[in-house]
């Protein structure tokens, strides 16, 4: 089972910057499409931001377009979200997940990460 490690959240002000990092052991990594979720105490889990297999194409959710830059490195098997501008409601356990192929859009996540808790003040 692929194992999936998220890191770089924390306290941050309103308006700050962060980026989160995702580290995955999958050995075929550069040949599936990833994505970022993120969920807030009593919410459902909702979908953030998504990367196909190269990093030639990207989607997001309405409420982070802008502000959220999702990339990857697929020689460190890593993929990475850069927020600008946090809010408030950005707080959230920030989740990555892998897919099942390369197809796109990404319509099935199979493996997911513990999350990284990220807490904006204001």
């Known amino acids: 089972q692929e194992q999936l490690v998220e890191s770089g959240g924390g306290l941050v002000q309103a308006g700050d910057s962060l980026r989160l990092s995702c580290v995955s052991n999958r050995r075929t990594f550069s040949a599936y499409g990833m994505g970022w979720f993120r969920q807030a105490p009593g919410k459902d889990r909702e979908f953030v931001a998504a990367?196909?297999?190269?990093?030639?194409?990207?989607t997001y959710t309405d409420s982070v377009k802008g502000r959220f830059t999702i990339s990857r490195d697929n020689a460190k098997n890593t993929v990475s979200l850069q927020i600008i501008s946090l809010k408030s409601e950005d707080t959230a356990v920030y989740y990555c997940?892998?897919?099942?192929?390369?197809?796109?859009?990404?319509?099935?996540?199979?493996?997911w990460g513990q999350g990284t808790q990220v807490t904006v003040a204001s």
């Open positions: 990367i196909n297999w190269n990093g030639g194409r990207t």
């Open positions: 997940a892998s897919s099942l192929g390369t197809d796109w859009p990404i319509y099935e996540y199979n493996y």
